[in-house]
């Protein structure tokens, strides 16, 4: 095991000589988070749906024309 961690790690080095360094970001920043299409399509297709809790505190999703029909 400890060789292939070894030879890992040299191929890891070796590749920084290639791509450079890793990128450090400031941990402190704030996360800055972009709503493109795809997530306004999963908003919509998650919309349809509503969250459940049973007794047991298992968590199952229900769509919303569903709920109307037991209602």
Known sequence: ???ALTGFMNATDRLRFVFGPATRLDSDAPVIHKHD???QASDE???H???E????GHH???RRE???KLV
């Open 60 to 62: 199952y999703a229900v």
């Open 1 to 3: 095991m400890g060789h």
């Open 49 to 51: 749906f509503v969250v």
């Open 66 to 68: 569903d709920m109307d």
């Open 53 to 56: 809790t049973d007794s047991d």
């Open 37 to 39: 299409q795809y997530e």
């Open 45 to 47: 297709d998650l919309s």
